[in-house]
C-alpha cells in the first residue's frame, strides 16, 4: 500500500495560514497598576489597568461621588504607578437667622407750637430682618460662609417727636388771602400773618401745581398717588401714576375736598381767568425712563360744581410732538381775559388762541442743551393788560449760559377786537413800556441767567392818573453758571428802569422760584410785595420800600401764592 498525498488545495491552504500569521502583530500583555484612594478619612489600594483615568480608578474601589464632591487630582487626570487620589467631601448648610432693624428718630418742626414744646407723634417700633446663611463645609470643615438672602419681614415704624418752633415774628398785615404749602399740607393767612389755617391737612400735596382761584375762594393742587388714588376717579396703580389734581374750599365757608379725575400733570394748571370753576391743564404719560414721562403738549378744560360735581369739556389743545425736546414739554399762563394762553417750551414761546386751538410762535430760540436728561423751558408772564408778554430767551450756541430778558408787545390786547372796551383798553395806552413800539421786541435784561421767571405786578395807579405796573424777576448771581447759581430779587419799572435788587442783601441766595406779588399794596404801605420761598421758609418783601418780613421759621415750605 502506498503513501497518502493531500490534494494540491491541502498544502496551499496551510502556506496561506502560515503567511497571515507571519503579518500579524505580535500580542501585548496589558500591564495592571496599583493606586491608592484617600477616602472618608481612611485609605486603601485598588489595581487597576495602566492608562485608567481618576474617575475609572474610583468606580473599581466602590467609590460614589456627591453632586459637590471634588477629587484631586481632577477626575480627567491618567494615572501611574503609586498615584493617590484624595476625595473631598463638599457639603452645604442654610441657617436662617433673625436680627432687629432699629427704628429711626424723626423730629417734625411745628411753628403752630411754643418754641421748646414738643409731644411724641408716634412711638417707634423696631422692624425685622431674616438673614439667610450659606456654609460649605469641606471634609466636615467649614471653608466659606456667605449671605445669601436678607428680607425684612417687619418693618420698622420711625418714631416721630413733634417740636415746637415758634418764633416772635411780628404780625404783618396783608390784603387779601395767602396760601403756602408746607410739609405737604395746605395752609392759609387772612388778613395778617398771624391768622393761619390748615385747609388741606393729607400732607401728600407734591408742590407741582398750587394755585388759587381769583377769589381766592378755591386750591388748585396736586396730590402724590399713594394718598390720592382713588377708584371713584378711575386711577391707575401708583406705578403708572405721577398725581392726580384736586380742589379744595378755602375760604372757611364750608369744607370741600374735590378730585377732578385728572392724572400726570406736571408742567401747568391753572384758573381760567374770573372763573372760580374751569381749570385749564397739561398732561404726560408716565415712562419708566427719565425724566419718567413723555409730555403730551395739550391743554384740556375741567369744570365743577361746589357740590362736587366734576365735568370735562373739550379740549383747548390736542396732544401733539410740541417741537425741539417735546418730550419734556411745555408751560401754559393764561391772558388777563381768558381769550389766550401763552405757551414756553424750549425752542420758543408764543401764544395759543383758545377758541380756535391755533399756535402762533412769537419768538423762535436755539434750545439750551443741558446735558442730562431734563429740558430747560423759559418763564413767561403777561402785562397785566394782555397787550404785553414778558419771557427769558435764550441765545445761542445750544451749549451758552447767556439769558436775557425780552418783551414782546401786541399791537392790540390778545383776545380782543379793535374797538373793544374794558380792562385791557386803558391797559393799550398804558402798559406798553416807554420806548417799544408795539408789535415788537425788546431786550430788557442782559444776562439774567436762566431761571430768571419774570412776574409782573398788577396795575398801579400813578399821581398823573396813568396805570404804571412793575416787572419781578430773579437775577443769577453768576450768570455764567446759572443753571447752579443762587439768585437774588430784583424788581424794575416795566420799562427797564430804576433796576433795584431787593432781597437777600447778604447770604447765599434764593432757589430758582416763581414770585407772587400781592393782589393789592400792603396795608399802611405805598406799594405791593412780593412772597419769596428763602432757606425753606415763607419772606414777604416790601418792594417800595425793601424790608423783608420772615413769616415762617419751621423750614418746610416750599410754595405760595396769593389772591
Not at 450 to 458: K, Q, V
Not at 505 to 526: M, T, Y
Amino acid at each position: 500500500m502506498g503513501l497518502y498525498h493531500p490534494p494540491r488545495l491541502y498544502w496551499i491552504l496551510i502556506l496561506a495560514a502560515l503567511l497571515l500569521s507571519a503579518c500579524a502583530s505580535p500580542r501585548v500583555t496589558q500591564g495592571v497598576i496599583t493606586v491608592e484612594l484617600s477616602v472618608d478619612q481612611e485609605t486603601e489600594s485598588v489595581e487597576v489597568p495602566a492608562g485608567s483615568t481618576v474617575e475609572f480608578a474610583l468606580s473599581a474601589g466602590g467609590v460614589v461621588l456627591g453632586n459637590l464632591d471634588r477629587t484631586d487630582p481632577p477626575l480627567y487626570t491618567i494615572l501611574g504607578e503609586g498615584s493617590r487620589v484624595e476625595v473631598v467631601r463638599v457639603s452645604e448648610e442654610f441657617s436662617v437667622d433673625q436680627e432687629v432693624v432699629p427704628f429711626e428718630n424723626q423730629v417734625l418742626q411745628n411753628e403752630s407750637l411754643p418754641a421748646g414744646e414738643e409731644y411724641w407723634l408716634q412711638l417707634g417700633e423696631n422692624g425685622l430682618r431674616e438673614i439667610t446663611t450659606r456654609r460649605v463645609l469641606e471634609n466636615g470643615v467649614e471653608v466659606s460662609s456667605s449671605v445669601v438672602k436678607s428680607v425684612i419681614v417687619a418693618q420698622p415704624v420711625p418714631q416721630i417727636k413733634m417740636v415746637g418752633v415758634q418764633k416772635s415774628f411780628a404780625p404783618i398785615s396783608i390784603p387779601g388771602r395767602l396760601a403756602y404749602l408746607l410739609n405737604g399740607s395746605a395752609w392759609v393767612m387772612d388778613g395778617t400773618t398771624n391768622t393761619r389755617r390748615q385747609v388741606v391737612p393729607t400732607g401728600d400735596l407734591d408742590g407741582r401745581v398750587f394755585s388759587l382761584s381769583d377769589d381766592g375762594a378755591w386750591l388748585l393742587f396736586t396730590r402724590s398717588p399713594e394718598e390720592s388714588a382713588t377708584p371713584e376717579a378711575g386711577a391707575e396703580d401708583s406705578e403708572t401714576v405721577i398725581n392726580s389734581l384736586w380742589v379744595a374750599r378755602v375760604d372757611g365757608e364750608e369744607e370741600a375736598l374735590f378730585d377732578l379725575g385728572v392724572s400726570n400733570v406736571v408742567h401747568f394748571a391753572g384758573w381760567r381767568p374770573g372763573s372760580s370753576n374751569v381749570v385749564a391743564y397739561s398732561t404726560v404719560e408716565p415712562r419708566a425712563a427719565a425724566p419718567g414721562w413723555q409730555a403730551n403738549n395739550d391743554v384740556g378744560l375741567v369744570t365743577f360744581s361746589p357740590a362736587g360735581f366734576v365735568r370735562h369739556l373739550p379740549d383747548i389743545l390736542s396732544a401733539n410732538p410740541g417741537g425741539q425736546y417735546g418730550w419734556w414739554g411745555a408751560s401754559f399762563s393764561w391772558a388777563p381775559d381768558g381769550q389766550y394762553l401763552a405757551y414756553a417750551r424750549p425752542d420758543g414761546i408764543g401764544t395759543l388762541d383758545v377758541q380756535t386751538g391755533e399756535l402762533s410762535p412769537v419768538v423762535e430760540m436755539s434750545p439750551f442743551q443741558t446735558f442730562g436728561d431734563w429740558a430747560w423751558v423759559p418763564g413767561i408772564s403777561w402785562g397785566p393788560a394782555g397787550n404785553l408778554l414778558i419771557s427769558v430767551e435764550h441765545l445761542a450756541p445750544q451749549e451758552s449760559q447767556h439769558f436775557a430778558m425780552l418783551a414782546v408787545t401786541f399791537s392790540q390786547p390778545q383776545g380782543k377786537a379793535s374797538g373793544e372796551s374794558g380792562a385791557a383798553e386803558s391797559g393799550s395806552s398804558t402798559e406798553v413800556p416807554v420806548g417799544i413800539t408795539p408789535g415788537n421786541r425788546v431786550t430788557l435784561t442782559p444776562e439774567t441767567g436762566m431761571f430768571a421767571y419774570p412776574s409782573t405786578s398788577p396795575l398801579r395807579e400813578m399821581p398823573t392818573g396813568e396805570g404804571a405796573f412793575e416787572i419781578a424777576y430773579l437775577q443769577a448771581i453768576f450768570p455764567a453758571q446759572s443753571e447752579s447759581s443762587r439768585y437774588q430779587l430784583v424788581v424794575m419799572d416795566r420799562d427797564g428802569s430804576n433796576r433795584r435788587t431787593l432781597f437777600p442783601q447778604v447770604g447765599p441766595g434764593l432757589e430758582p422760584q416763581r414770585l407772587i406779588w400781592s393782589p393789592e399794596p400792603l396795608p399802611d404801605q405805598a406799594g405791593f410785595a412780593l412772597a419769596v420761598v428763602y432757606q425753606d421758609n415763607l419772606w414777604l418783601i416790601d418792594v417800595d420800600g425793601g424790608e423783608a418780613w420772615q413769616i415762617t421759621g419751621d423750614g418746610l415750605t416750599n410754595r405760595v401764592d396769593w389772591k
